[in-house]
């Protein structure tokens, strides 16, 4: 069998996969961040086992993937493959006065947020740390530089010291902060690029960023 005909027959099991009402709604609700199997099975009122059954679906034509929480262990979290779905992609739209990124140290991943984000959209933008640490990290200021930006004057912030602001779009950045908060709008689940201290975790961790905000920044208008 060549490549051509492997390709297309790998978009025409997406296609199917994704011909069905639950299995599309799965995507929807992944195409901005990352949910627990629990939260999905709680906004989409399914049984556990039924949610079990269209997971392994989507997962067998790499739709979605799962990775461990770095929080609480016994948790994960579904992930949308969005470079397997082509044409098939998801549709989302959102307002918002402010977008305000959250995890817990605001040292590195809220703050590349932050900064990426008020390249990308003319919607507001902050970020804060339920523990913030006294700076932020040195690898998240040399791959900011790296990109143009400068990350040098900026410290990290208490989230209970930001002002809250109507319509704000809350994203959590970090499984501990999602998980300790409760509740935000969205999740992305990102491994810390501080536990490893590579500068190519932070690269990985600024990548992973980049894409994510690609897709959101454009389906998020001024509230």
């Not at 099991?13 to 099975?41: C, F, K, Y």
């Not at 900011?144 to 209970?160: I, M, N, Q, T, V």
Request: glycine share 6%; proline share 5%.
């Amino acid at each position: 069998m060549n490549s051509e005909q492997t390709t297309l027959e790998a978009r025409a099991a997406r296609h199917a996969a994704l011909a069905d009402p639950t299995r599309l709604r799965i995507v929807d609700l992944l195409a901005l961040g990352d949910l627990s199997p629990q939260e999905l099975q709680s906004r989409l009122g399914v049984a556990s086992n039924l949610l079990a059954h269209h997971l392994k679906i989507l997962e067998s034509v790499a739709l979605i993937t799962r990775s461990r929480s770095e929080g609480d262990r016994r948790r994960s979290y579904v992930h949308l493959n969005a470079h397997g779905l082509g044409d098939v992609g998801p549709h989302a739209h959102l307002a918002a006065s402010r977008v305000l990124f959250v995890c817990t140290a605001n040292s590195a991943r809220s703050q590349l947020a932050e900064h990426m984000w008020r390249e990308s959209s003319s919607v507001p933008a902050v970020s804060a740390g339920t523990v913030p640490a006294h700076s932020v990290a040195p690898g998240a200021v040399r791959v900011a530089a790296k990109h143009g930006f400068d990350l040098s004057p900026a410290r990290p912030r208490l989230l209970s010291e930001i002002d809250q602001v109507e319509g704000e779009l809350r994203i959590t950045v970090c499984d501990n902060a999602h998980e300790n908060l409760g509740a935000s709008d969205l999740h992305w689940s990102i491994p810390d690029p501080v536990a490893v201290g590579s500068l190519a975790a932070f690269e990985t961790a600024y990548a992973d960023l980049r894409r994510r905000i690609d897709t959101l920044a454009p389906q998020v208008s001024a509230a």
